[in-house]
Every structure is written in structure tokens, then in C-alpha cells.
T-cell receptor, first 112, second 114 residues
Framework: GENVEQHPSTLSVQEGDSAVIKCTYS??????FPWYKQELGKGPQLIID?????GEKKDQRIAVTLNKTAKHFSLHITETQPEDSAVYFC???????????FGTGTRLQVTL | NAGVTQTPKFRILKIGQSMTLQCTQD?????MYWYRQDPGMGLKLIYY???????DKGEVPNGYNVSRSTTEDFPLRLELAAPSQTSVYFC?????????????FGSGTQLSVL
């Protein structure tokens, strides 16, 4: 089955700096890569996703890049703000499978 | 619009006790999922359902059972609680499945087995 590795496990940045979280996946057939944000005491929420036919996608301060050859994808947050502090999960889906495989999460702390 | 609702929010069980975690959604979603979240381990899929009457095992199904008698409800049953089942449990749903669209998550049930 699919295996997703995520780094780093914790990340601390100053407000206004950029943050990058990286994930690798094992199954070359994986074709959908969502990112979820989990705030304290809440369930995860989708913030951005990318499909295997696209190399990069942006939504305001958030971007995701995908390198299919190397089997890795990354989340980029620019101009970080305190409200970006949360746990971020990457995930991968293979083919038409109805299941997501999640990474182990990155705790991002944005300090003033 | 309530989305995905989980009850209870917190529960403490003794070893060997049984309980049912409730999950209901009001979005007419076909797909429903149960995940557990352990510290530093991400979310692991326990069971999922692609529609009423259809369920299938995920990555970590041992010690759990599910049923899907209606589109709205997807309860998770723990028959003989063990300390290894101490975790935060999340229910999620989507209309066409995880490969096509986002999952909507509930707010979770924190379970401790002592």
C-alpha cells in the first residue's frame, strides 16, 4: 500500500517568514495530493490540493508543488501569520481508491 | 447545516468495556470514514463505507466494528476496550470519495481506556 512520509515534525517560524513542509510518497500510481490543516480541538480541514497532472497550484499565501519523478510534494506558506499556527497533514490517494493515506503531521508555530 | 457530528466528545472506559462512537452527517454524502489519530502518527483509517449497507476495512480495523444502515449514520463499535485503543477518533464524509474531493471531518471523540 501507499506510504507517506512528512518532514519536519515541528516547525517554528517568525511572523512574516515563509514555511515549507515536505512529503514523499511510495506509490507511483498516486494521483491526488491534498493538504489538511488541523487547529487545536478540531477536525482537519482541507486547505489546498493538487492532482498528478499539475506541477504547482497557488491559493493566496498557500502553494503546493508536486514532483512526480521524485515522488515528493511540498506545501509553501508565505507571509506567515499567527493564525497559521496549527498541525498540517499531507495525504495521497492512489487511483480510484476511496482512501487517503496521511503523513504524520507537522506542527507549525508562528511566533510574533 | 451541521455537517459531520460526532458524539460523545470525551469518554473514559475501563478495560473490557464496550461503547459506540456515533457519527452522523446531514450533507447526503455517500462516503463515510473512521480515522484514529495517535500523537506523532497521523491519521490511520479504521473502516470506511461507500454507501448504505456497504462497509470495508481500512488500515487498522482490529478491535472495531461498523455498520451503515442509513446514509446519514456510521457508528463505530468497540467491543472489548483495550489501552491500545486510547486515541482521538475522527469521522469524515464526502460525496464522491477521497480521490475526487475533500473530506469533511467531525470535531473528534477523545477516548481513554484505563
Amino acid at each position: 500500500g501507499e506510504n507517506v512520509e512528512q518532514h519536519p515534525s515541528t516547525l517554528s517560524v517568525q511572523e512574516g517568514d515563509s514555511a515549507v513542509i515536505k512529503c514523499t510518497y511510495s506509490d507511483s500510481a498516486s494521483n491526488y495530493f491534498p493538504w489538511y490543516k488541523q487547529e487545536l480541538g478540531k477536525g482537519p480541514q482541507l486547505i489546498i490540493d493538487i492532482r498528478s497532472n499539475v506541477g504547482e497550484k497557488k491559493d493566496q499565501r498557500i502553494a503546493v508543488t508536486l514532483n512526480k519523478t521524485a515522488k515528493h510534494f511540498s506545501l509553501h506558506i508565505t507571509e506567515t501569520q499567527p493564525e497559521d499556527s496549527a498541525v498540517y497533514f499531507c495525504a495521497a490517494v492512489t487511483g480510484t481508491a476511496s482512501k487517503l493515506t496521511f503523513g504524520t503531521g507537522t506542527r507549525l508555530q508562528v511566533t510574533l | 447545516n451541521a455537517g459531520v457530528t460526532q458524539t460523545p466528545k470525551f469518554r473514559i472506559l475501563k478495560i473490557g468495556q464496550s461503547m459506540t462512537l456515533q457519527c452522523t452527517q446531514d450533507m447526503n454524502h455517500n462516503y463515510m470514514y473512521w480515522y484514529r489519530q495517535d500523537p506523532g502518527m497521523g491519521l490511520k483509517l479504521i473502516y470506511y463505507s461507500v454507501g448504505a449497507g456497504i462497509t470495508d476495512k481500512g488500515e487498522v480495523p482490529n478491535g472495531y466494528n461498523v455498520s451503515r444502515s442509513t446514509t446519514e449514520d456510521f457508528p463505530l463499535r468497540l467491543e472489548l476496550a483495550a489501552p491500545s485503543q486510547t486515541s482521538v477518533y475522527f469521522c469524515a464524509s464526502s460525496y464522491t470519495g477521497a480521490s475526487n474531493e475533500k473530506l469533511f471531518f467531525g470535531s473528534g471523540t477523545q477516548l481513554s481506556v484505563l
